[in-house]
């Protein structure tokens, strides 16, 4: 991984009918570094996402990738862009018609035509390590909700891109595997020092494998900062929102208590 | 009130003309994906086993019913005139002309067509299709274009497989069960089937194989996002397309007559 790429967005602004869902958004997405945006269930995390790589469009506002506008992008020059970049989504979106295997193969066949024996070397390994040995075989379908997540993992990890986009990788698993997806996560990450955005709920872990964390509420960035400040913002909304997930690390390093 | 009408008319005829410009959109954008590499000769070979091998039992059950319906009928009119030599002719030119292509190709919608409608509906749902996207893989291409092919090849083998069962079905009835003469019914087919009747069948059964996987793959593709869209999607193809054949199947004749 020899370039690292920075992600954009200038006031964006984004409504689906007359429900407004973003209400611009300026995020800097720092290079080769792993930013966590937290924010409330429905605020348009996922829609976030979904603007860095050109799958919903703007109603008004920029989406930049190192330097270049990809808002108004189409076919080959917008999947120019996307070549840059794996997805996992929120619901997986793994194809029904292919096994795990054929799932995590299929980026390294149709993009990178991979010969067939490198194919399933790195399918395997990738495997192992969201820990999905021997269940190539198997349909989506025929798996659990969290080891569909595991599979889109693995989905999005096999290509080794520039930037990675997660739209909660751990939701769904146990503690234990959500532990083990995100060392997973953080060492690839450090390894191959891609930029990484990932979207979730699980705080306050996300404080200790995070470079940065931005919260978005009401169709806004209200806060952004490296993960630790984060944690001692006083920003009340972030407040709020931090300390009833986790054992609120914060209420006595707050100034005035 | 009248104006509320009228707003109304207004709001479903630009509905209904930007619909139709979606559509032809599609069409034409999957058509120009066909033509570009890679081909995928094994995806094709795969929507062809579904869209004609699997609706060949309905279709040949259908065909036989249909044959044996235009004996019993055929042979009781054609009596009282005192011409029952030409069933034959009767049964053959009915099905070869309309009757196999109009009643197959409505057979593949309903059987072929919603499931292609609910399949792509459904990786429209689980973002599937966006997932295709992200990996700069056109969904056109890689979903939609196979199926066409296989509509444009499968449609016109099942309509001759629907001819020639439909033929025999006439003589079971007309001939077996009902006793009228063997070698008249086969001598008026002789006669009575020109090349042109049969090449008018298979025009029209190229066309209605791209009528039907044209409207249920768009209707798929642009499935609204809940399961009640997916029910609503499948029910407007089955609808459309085969109302589209019955129209596109009169222009047809009246300019092959
Ligand atoms: N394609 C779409 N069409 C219409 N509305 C949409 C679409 N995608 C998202 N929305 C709406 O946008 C809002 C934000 O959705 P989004 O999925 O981004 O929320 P989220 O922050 O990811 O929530 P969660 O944490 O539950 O995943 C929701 O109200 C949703 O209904
Ligand atoms: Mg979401």
């Not at chain 1, 793994?94 to 149709?110: I, K, M, Y």
């Not at chain 2, 190709?105 to 072929?112: F, Q």
């Not at chain 2, 009747?197 to 768009?218: H, Q, R």
């Not at chain 2, 399961?227 to 129209?247: D, F, M, P």
Request: proline content about 5%; overall charge positive.
């Amino acid at each position: 991984m020899s370039k690292v790429s920075t992600i954009k967005l200038v006031g964006v602004e984004k409504a689906f009918g007359s429900q407004q869902v973003l209400r611009g958004v300026d995020l800097t997405i720092p290079p080769g570094k792993l930013t966590t945006i937290i924010g409330p269930s429905g605020e348009g995390k996922s829609v976030l996402l979904k603007h860095m790589i050109g799958l919903l469009q703007p109603d008004r506002g920029e989406v930049w990738v190192d330097g270049l506008e990809i808002s108004r992008l189409k076919g080959k020059a917008l999947n120019e862009v996307r070549k840059r970049f794996a997805m996992l989504f929120q619901g997986a979106a793994l194809f029904d018609s292919l096994t795990v295997f054929g799932n995590v193969a299929f980026p390294l066949r149709e993009k990178l035509r991979l010969p067939e024996p490198d194919v399933t070397r790195r399918v395997e390994e990738k495997l192992a390590q969201v820990g999905l040995s021997g269940m190539g075989h198997k349909f989506p379908a025929e798996l659990s909700g969290g080891m569909r997540k595991r599979a889109g993992l693995a989905r999005a990890l096999v290509m080794e891109p520039e930037i990675i986009l997660f739209d909660e990788p751990t939701t769904g698993l146990d503690p234990l595997m959500a532990k083990t997806i995100h060392d997973l996560i953080v060492a690839m990450q450090r390894t191959f020092r891609f930029t990484a955005v990932m979207v979730s709920h699980e705080i306050p872990e996300v404080f200790a494998i995070s470079d940065w964390v931005a919260m978005l509420k009401e169709g806004k960035i209200v806060a952004m900062a490296p993960s630790a400040d984060f944690q001692r913002s006083t920003n009340p909304s972030v407040l709020e929102f931090i300390s009833v997930g986790g054992p609120a690390p914060l209420a006595s390093a707050l100034p005035g208590s | 009130m009248l104006t509320a009408g009228i707003a109304g008319i207004g709001r479903t005829t630009l509905f209904l003309i930007r619909e139709m410009g979606r559509m032809v959109v599609f069409l034409s954008s999957t058509t120009a994906w066909l033509f570009r590499p890679p081909l995928r000769p094994f995806q094709i070979l795969k929507q062809l086993h579904f869209i004609g091998f699997k609706s060949m039992f309905v279709v040949v059950l259908t065909a036989a019913f249909t044959g044996m319906v235009l004996g019993l009928q055929g042979y009781y009119t054609l009596r009282k005139y005192g011409s029952e030599a030409a069933l034959g002719a009767a049964v053959a030119l009915s099905i070869i002309r309309e009757l196999g292509p109009v009643l197959a190709a409505l057979m593949v919608t309903a059987r072929a067509g919603s499931a292609m409608t609910a399949e792509i509906g459904i990786m429209r749902i689980t973002e599937q299709i966006d997932a295709l996207d992200t990996m700069a893989i056109n969904p056109l291409q890689y979903l939609i274009s196979p199926k066409v092919v296989a509509g444009l090849i499968g449609v016109p083998l099942l309509v001759a497989i629907f001819d020639v069962v439909g033929i025999y079905g006439g003589y079971l009835v007309g001939v077996d069960l009902l006793g009228g003469n063997s070698g008249a019914y086969w001598n008026s087919i002789e006669s009575a089937v020109e090349w042109k009747d049969v090449y008018g069948g298979i025009w029209k059964s190229v066309s209605f194989g791209l009528i039907v996987t044209w409207v249920c793959c768009y209707k798929g593709y642009y499935t609204r996002m809940s399961a009640e869209g997916l029910g609503t999607a499948t029910t407007e193809a089955v609808v459309l397309a085969s109302v589209l054949i019955l129209v596109w199947d009169y222009f047809l004749t009246s300019v092959l007559l």
